[in-house]
């Protein structure tokens, strides 16, 4: 075989060997961790796997809570919450964004108006943010205060939120399942790996992500794996171009064929953020016909 063909090998998902709930198992109300509840929200699909995850985050004794991530606008979800909320007696400080996209973010104006409270993101343009949350920030929630990482790379105004009992709140950063989508053109490969190499050295106890089950066994394996993958891709790219010039289109059927069709778009998005990370290094050029080229 010439080895202009030769494709690497995937590296191996540490969680494969993991004690997880499958897929579709995933309970709709769990305690994740000291004054952590996860609240499932009723929307799996391809995209958000089990379905999108709202936390509650009430330290014991505060009598006020975080909610983070309210998902979509859904009155079964919303009342759920609110019976979280109930149970263990608080009120809702601050309804809190890891990103803009609906899954996310669609339920956050109507949530906020409804708890009396505001809304807490990196951006006013794509959310209905009240306030704007910096890296660094500190949001207090009872005695407790819970800090903001800016994790820019699925979309541009991503965070993720550093608990004091050292577990972080990912977003779509990082998944339970999977891996993420850089969501070119918003998101950035660049941006998107030196945040996962920061989140990497902070050294997280536990990775509570935005889709599927929380991780806990090694969570800096994971992260680990996610920066192995992004390697994986890029070399699979090259791999691809150095057997010719092919459209992105073309790359998407050849490199994700053994993936779900529904979930194309995305990695579409993902193999673009690729691409211009690539042609931003001056490895690979487009032509006048949209066919990609490695620059060699």
């Known amino acids: ?9 995937p ?28 609240v499932l929200a009723p929307n799996p699909s391809p995209m958000t796997l089990d379905g999108t995850n709202t936390y509650v985050l009430a330290p014991p004794g505060s009598g006020e809570a975080l909610v983070v991530d309210p998902g979509p606008e859904d009155p079964e979800h919303h009342r759920r919450v609110r019976e979280v909320l109930a149970e263990v007696d608080v009120q809702v400080r601050a309804v809190v964004l890891t990103h803009h996209h609906h899954d996310h ?15 807490l993101a990196a951006s006013r343009e794509l959310t209905s943010a009240d306030r ?13 205060r819970v800090r903001v990482i800016a994790t820019p790379g699925h979309t541009a105004d ?16 990082v998944l339970g399942r999977g891996t993420s989508v850089v969501a070119h053109p918003d998101g950035d490969l660049e941006a998107y790996l030196a945040s996962v190499r920061r989140l ?32 994986y891709r890029e ?8 057997g010719g010039p092919a459209t992105v289109t073309e790359l998407v059927a050849r490199l994700y064929a053994d993936v779900d069709p529904r979930v194309w778009p995305a990695a579409r998005a ?13 490895e690979v050029r487009t032509d006048a016909a949209g066919r990609c080229h490695l620059a060699s």
């Open 1 to 9: 075989m010439d080895s202009a063909e030769v494709t690497p090998e």
């Open 270 to 282: 993902s193999l673009s953020a690729t691409l211009a990370a690539l042609t931003d290094r001056g």
């Open 105 to 119: 973010a669609a339920a956050a104006a109507s949530w906020a108006r409804a708890h009396g409270c505001e809304v």
């Open 132 to 144: 704007v949350l910096l890296d660094g920030d500190e949001v207090p929630v009872g005695r407790s």
């Open 158 to 173: 991503h965070l993720a939120f550093r608990l004091e009992d050292g577990s972080v709140l990912t977003g779509d950063h």
């Open 235 to 242: 070399a699979q790219l090259r791999a691809a171009l150095a």
């Open 200 to 231: 990497h050295d902070l050294g997280p106890d536990a990775l509570h992500p935005g889709h599927g089950p929380s991780l806990t066994e090694d969570p800096t394996a994971v992260l680990d794996f996610y920066l192995a993958h992004r390697r």
């Open 11 to 38: 590296p191996p998902d540490p969680r494969s060997g993991w004690d997880l709930p499958a897929f579709g198992t995933l309970a709709t109300v769990e305690h994740s961790g000291p004054g952590l509840v996860r």
